[in-house]
């Protein structure tokens, strides 16, 4: 194994941490930039991990908190003493504040509330009551609202009186809110500049300008901004006032989240993101949870074998073709339910539209069967000079083909409509059923061709 | 099946198209907005979509054709004449324009250029040099440019003036030339509104901004935006002239997009995206291309198993266990292929730190292995009541899912190291290797206990 430079970074910060160089672990730190600092310390146990957190300024070691993933980023903020962790998550966004909060049990995210400054404890403290992914989870505090009865001239003299906590909003609009904080317009920055006397805003201000409720979901804002060029949309409570911002780039970051998610569960990865930093024990747990249920599953699909035994035992060669025709009508399967998925997520197909899918499928399926079946019927022809042999498994293989695809493109459906996980639950039970009725045909066409097949 | 209110536009839509009702198709399709409106059209055949196109006015087609699959509007675009799809190619974004062409036969490409508007046929033989995922590519050519000899007052001048046309554009910053072309700075808008007198940019321009090479990679820009919370990035050419801005969005959205592909490549989904209302016999034809690869790597691995038929004809028992072994082991190794592809794409591991990754996942297997190796033993000795049965297939698969996740954990890596596509390749081989090494194990572990498990 060549060790080669990139590899570094990580060891230099964990001996910085052991060792307690504060200056040079800083100066480390600042001239790796958060993301590659990041990566540095996901390395290090987690004690350095803490120390690394602890050495850094509370803006730098804030900017590192948003760069790791929010495991790992749970796992630290417990590992730090409140008088620490309460500066630096006063430092960062208010909404990532909150995902994290939200992680925590109970009685620490009240002792670290209690520690944080009051603006940002009482935003954090908003903002923890929404579930992470509706608008009230994704939204920031950090926006510009002026009250309706105010000037053009005051709102440009406000901006110059705070450019410097504004300097990290995105300020290319401002909102304009009456005395009982009801959104009642929208100041685009570009008016502002573009007017050239002082005005009431009132005047120049976009009156009812597009909101989204605090309870819009995920789907909802996406599909808002999949219409909409905006950049960002006010967030209103249930009495339409004004509580936060939800930017286009926050939705897109949880879009990739969840489909991030979604890859990892269909694979067999539950209970959240696995990274190898992460204790074996609990890795191996995790994935050990999703394992059993699976072999419980497969050893149900087996059992039909078992029923078979006789036949096999006259035919050991078919012993050979059942791992294939399994495999392969997974293959099919899986091929039908990832385009599911991904017709869902665009929104191409409804739940409800079984029937549509199933046809669509069903003609796949018998092409691609009638190809495949061919091809392991001649395998099977030529390797034992019986046709018969042929003939059974090419069928088998056809047959189960057509099973696999409609299975796999329409329970992706079915599961949605039952609110259950497709990402989660596709895997496993088109699997089972795929193996349970591959093996039947297999050998049920054997047993009624039995005299022919003999060798 | 039921009918429900959601199934209807498509219909309308068709039935409008077909008819010729121009008036009403353009009512409705600005009824439905541009995305409903494009999974609607999603549902009719291509002639009927090319007619509703032809209909509509040429922006809210390219409202349209913005909305839909890059597969399903390149193939519609060549559907219609020149005349009509130039408009609509002159009113959408540069670069989804620029994406569109570079899908199309080069005299087609030629011909509808000759057609567009000559500014935005300049912008869009600039963007379709460059790769799509490469920052000339993601750029957009909708941006504010001045020379640096302007005051602010010329600038707000122009902005006034030309208010219409940048109404779509998003002007939080304009950018600053030198004669040559060459970026000189850049002028946050909220500077501009901030400076009180008129006095010469030069002297409120930030100097020196940060850019991009127009041939930055997707991982560049997605790294650039990640440590910085910048919504654009200007883009300069080999000799520093500004030619585009990135937009993070742009970047978001073609993660998204590399993210889906690598989902469907690892489900077998490969030549693009597959949408049910492509032709059975294309999407049959893409999904074989795979299918039958497949069948072969497992024919292969399946003809470990006819090395050793007598052992097997001896205890037809193993017959039921091969699947399972199969099938698990392929599950363990797709936990790890998962969190491998996983830990790439944040950067937590580089492609040649595969022992570190062998290691973790090393113990992993073992503790897996070990538990369902005793499961399945459990299974087969209570079975057919003969414990040296239950040794040798959970022996098998103890081994087996330590190889499973070995190669599962590390395979992305080596292909990334040799620039093949993990997404694509993991699958198949780690199905291949473990299905060989699983039948090995049990048939031949079986072989040497021969005596000890006949019934």
């Not at 906590?165 to 920055?189: D, H, M, N």
């Not at 993101?273 to 497969?298: C, K």
């Not at 895997?427 to 059923?433: A, E, Q, R, Y």
């Amino acid at each position: 194994m060549t060790t080669e430079i990139d590899f570094e970074p990580w060891k230099l910060l964990g001996e910085l941490a052991e060792t307690g160089a504060v200056e040079r672990l800083r100066e480390e730190a600042e001239r790796l930039g958060p993301r590659e600092c990041a990566r540095a310390i996901s390395r290090l146990s987690r004690e350095l991990q803490a120390k690394v957190l602890t050495a850094l300024e509370p803006a730098a070691a804030a900017d590192l908190m948003e760069e790791i993933s929010e495991a790992q980023a749970t796992g630290l903020i417990t590992r730090l003493d409140t008088g620490t962790a309460a500066p630096i998550l006063d430092a960062m966004a208010s909404n990532t504040t909150a995902d994290l909060l939200a992680q925590l049990p109970q009685h620490q995210v009240q002792a670290l509330l209690r520690e944080m400054q009051p603006e940002a404890a009482e935003d954090a403290r908003l903002l923890v009551q929404y579930a992470p992914e509706e608008a009230g989870g994704l939204m920031i505090r950090e926006y510009l609202a002026y009250p309706v009865s105010y000037t053009t001239q005051q709102v440009i003299d406000d901006m110059r009186r705070n450019s410097e906590k504004y300097s990290e909003y995105s300020i290319q609009y401002s909102f304009v809110v009456s005395p009982e904080g009801k959104l009642v317009g929208v100041l685009p920055l570009r008016d502002l500049l573009l007017t050239p006397s002082n005005v009431a805003i009132e005047r120049i201000m976009i009156r009812n300008p597009m909101r989204v409720s605090d309870r819009a979901t995920l789907e909802d804002l996406d599909a808002f901004f999949q219409e909409r060029s905006f950049l960002g949309v006010p967030v209103v409570d249930d009495r339409d006032r004004l509580v936060g911002v939800v930017r286009r780039t926050d939705v897109d970051e949880a879009l990739g989240k969840r489909a991030n998610k979604d890859y990892l569960k269909s694979q067999g990865i539950v209970g959240g993101e696995e990274l190898r930093s992460m204790p074996t024990l609990v890795r191996s747990g995790r994935r050990l949870s999703w394992l059993s249920v699976n072999i419980l599953l497969n050893v149900m699909a087996a059992s039909v074998i078992a029923f078979y035994q006789d036949t096999l035992s006259s035919v050991i060669a078919l012993a050979v073709f059942l791992p294939i025709i399994s495999d392969m009508s997974g293959c099919s399967g899986n091929q039908a339910v990832a385009v599911s998925m991904r017709e869902l997520a665009l929104g191409l197909v409804k739940p409800f539209e079984v029937i549509h899918v199933w046809i669509k499928e069903a003609a796949v399926g018998m092409l691609n069967g009638l190809a495949l079946g061919l091809l392991i019927a001649m395998v099977a022809w030529l390797w034992k000079g019986n046709p018969f042999l042929g003939l059974v498994v090419g069928a088998a293989l056809m047959l189960n083909t057509v099973v696999a695809v409609s299975i796999g493109g329409t329970l992706p459906l079915f599961l949605k409509r039952m609110k259950f996980d497709p990402a989660l639950a596709s895997g496993p039970i088109l699997t089972t059923v795929t193996d349970m009725c591959g093996f039947f045909f297999v050998l049920s066409l054997a047993t009624v061709l039995l005299p022919y097949i003999q060798a």
